[in-house]
């Protein structure tokens, strides 16, 4: 299993914006379709965003859409969340998460039970 290291978490005002990383190691990078997740006091961890192992493909929640940009860098080992336009409603904890696929598996994964490995988290509070 890789692990995982987030940053970039902090305290924003409405509006703002914010770069996560995640930075992987112990494992082939390019072998794992990775995801961003976030959970808020008293609420389930939610799946935020997704990408393929390629990168070719990717996935927002609807709550996210046309604000977050998921992208990755194969090179680096590392996958990163753009977040812009923040609301306080995006105050969480992100979690980056990774799955192990096969070669042959291009697709995304979205259930947060199908991941193999979570990093620690990271704090996001937007403020109004």
């Known amino acids: 299993q890789v692990q995982l290291v987030e940053s970039g978490g902090g305290l924003v005002q409405a509006g703002g914006s914010l770069r996560l990383s995640c930075a992987a190691s112990?494992?082939?990078?390019?072998?794992?379709?990775m995801g961003w997740f976030r959970q808020a006091p008293g609420k389930e961890r939610e799946v935020v965003a997704a990408?393929?192992?390629?990168?070719?493909?990717?996935y927002y929640a609807d709550s996210v859409k046309d604000r977050f940009t998921i992208s990755r860098d194969n090179a680096k080992i590392t996958v990163y969340l753009q977040m812009n336009s923040l609301k306080p409603e995006d105050t969480a904890v992100y979690y980056c998460?990774?799955?192990?696929?096969?070669?042959?598996?291009?697709?995304?994964?979205?259930?947060?039970?199908?991941?193999?490995?979570w990093g620690q988290g990271t704090q996001v509070t937007v403020s109004s």
């Open positions: 998460a990774a799955k192990e696929v096969s070669l042959s598996f291009s697709g995304l994964v979205l259930t947060r039970a199908t991941y193999d490995s």
């Open positions: 990408i393929s192992r390629s990168g070719g493909s990717t």
């Open positions: 112990g494992g082939t990078f390019s072998r794992h379709a």
